[in-house]
């Protein structure tokens, strides 16, 4: 079983900069795409950013965080990021990372989550 931690979420405003950490348990970090989900109050959760496995080549963001959020992985410390620039309020809800192991098409281990709020 994988275990995933978030840290790094907080209150911040509006135009201000944060940086998530999801730090991943076990040895096959380096074999699982990561990927970084959001869920506001009343809301549907939505992908924000993921990221491939090994070396992290190819990454996707949505259309909403498209050249204010930089995702990133280091295997060496099992743990992905998601550097947010320029937050908005709108940026604001739980964000948690998600594992999906080599050769499955889904997400299957989720940590827990951590709060970000963007004030105006």
């Known amino acids: 079983q994988v275990q995933l931690v978030e840290s790094g979420g907080g209150l911040v405003q509006a135009g201000g900069s944060l940086r998530l950490s999801c730090a991943a348990s076990g040895r096959l970090f380096s074999t699982y795409a990561m990927g970084w989900f959001r869920q506001a109050p009343g809301k549907e959760r939505e992908v924000v950013a993921n990221i491939s496995c090994w070396s992290g080549g190819t990454t996707y963001y949505a259309e909403s965080v498209k050249g204010r959020f930089t995702v990133s992985r280091d295997n060496a410390k099992n743990t992905v990021y998601l550097q947010m620039n320029s937050l908005k309020p709108e940026d604001t809800a739980v964000y948690s990372c998600?594992?999906?192991?080599?050769?499955?098409?889904?997400?299957?281990?989720w940590g827990q989550g951590t709060q970000v709020t963007v004030s105006s």
């Open positions: 998600a594992a999906s192991p080599q050769g499955r098409n889904q997400y299957v281990y």
